[in-house]
């Protein structure tokens, strides 16, 4: 496996299978990255796991601060999982000095996905205008045909998608689903940063999904969520099912998922799963 710190040691591993991620790795990256390779191993391309934690998508410095940064550790989960080049620039590689701000690097069109949901892009301003800045700038030095993002951020992936689709229509993007601790748990690097006693109500994230999913009136749905969390001192920020590839109001005859934001201790957590209201409308 390769390490490579600058944009010129990049070409020989072009037009391969492409995992963006910000480190701290857990078992949840290293299933995208052996799906990558299982991608990759047909045409024996090359598998680029990029680790840069991208300033320009963290509202909060505090958060961006104490964000964990474990690069030997990660290193190890990459090799094992099959990636054949880990891409960990310094920010000046990606953000060129000279541009104030970090305005070197141009900031793509926002798709509707990145501002209309009122979830994640009302709750963290800014944020997917970094996300896009820096995939859209990391897709050009890696020149990857596929990426693999995980639907753990269900609203980034379809943001990615949607980014994607008018900036470099060549490029696939693959959703990956979200991989669990035993108790439900999302993997997330964030989940390190849990108290103790926070740590055993994070859980709770899951049950709240299932609860959502026992209703088949969204009204409802989101509320049971919420009793859920609440039940469990977990502070919703946002409970919303959402049709699933718009992320505007459901449809019935649509898919649709129901998506959480919510803090445990001072840690925020997101995430989302399948909701089968109607469905369980129709079968009853
Ligand atoms: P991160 O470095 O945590 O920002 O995430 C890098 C990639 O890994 C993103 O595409 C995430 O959606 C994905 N990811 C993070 N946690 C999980 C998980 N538990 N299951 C699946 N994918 C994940």
Redesign the pocket.
């Known amino acids: 496996m390769h390490l490579a710190r600058a944009a010129e040691d990049l070409p020989p591993f072009h037009h391969g299978v492409f995992?963006?991620?910000?480190?701290?790795l857990?078992a949840?990256?290293a299933?995208?990255i052996r799906h990558a390779a299982a991608l990759a191993a047909p045409k024996q391309l090359p598998v680029v796991v990029s680790i840069f934690v991208n300033p320009t998508q963290f509202n909060d410095p505090k958060d961006l601060e104490r964000y964990p940064r474990t690069l030997e550790a990660d290193l190890e989960v990459c090799r094992a999982a099959g990636a054949t080049c880990v891409f960990a620039p310094t920010v000046d590689t990606i953000y060129p000095p000279g541009g104030a701000d970090r305005t070197s690097i141009r900031v793509p069109t926002l798709p509707p996905a990145a501002t209309a949901p009122n979830l994640e892009d009302a709750h963290r301003p800014g944020h997917f205008a970094g996300v896009c800045q820096v995939c859209l700038r990391l897709f050009e030095l890696v020149q990857p045909t596929r990426a693999?993002?995980?639907?753990?951020?269900w609203q980034?992936?379809a943001v990615v998608r949607a980014m994607t689709a008018s900036e470099m229509p060549a490029l696939e993007i693959i959703g990956?689903?979200?991989?669990?601790e035993e108790g439900g748990l999302?993997?997330?690097?964030r989940n390190t940063l849990l108290m103790p006693q926070d740590r055993r109500r994070a859980p709770a994230m899951a049950r709240a999904l299932e609860e959502a999913g026992k209703h088949t009136d969204p009204a409802e749905a989101e509320q049971a969520a919420k009793r859920a969390l609440l039940a469990n001192r977990l502070v919703p920020e946002y409970v919303a099912v959402r049709d699933a590839a718009t992320l505007g109001p459901v449809n019935m005859g649509s898919p649709a998922r129901v998506l959480i934001a919510a803090r445990s201790g001072s840690v925020r957590l997101i995430d989302n799963a399948i909701w089968p209201g109607f469905r369980l409308e129709t079968t009853d």
């Open positions: 995992v963006p991620t910000m480190g701290a857990h949840g990256h299933a995208l693999v993002f995980g639907e753990k951020d980034q992936l990956h689903p979200t991989i669990r999302a993997m997330s690097s």
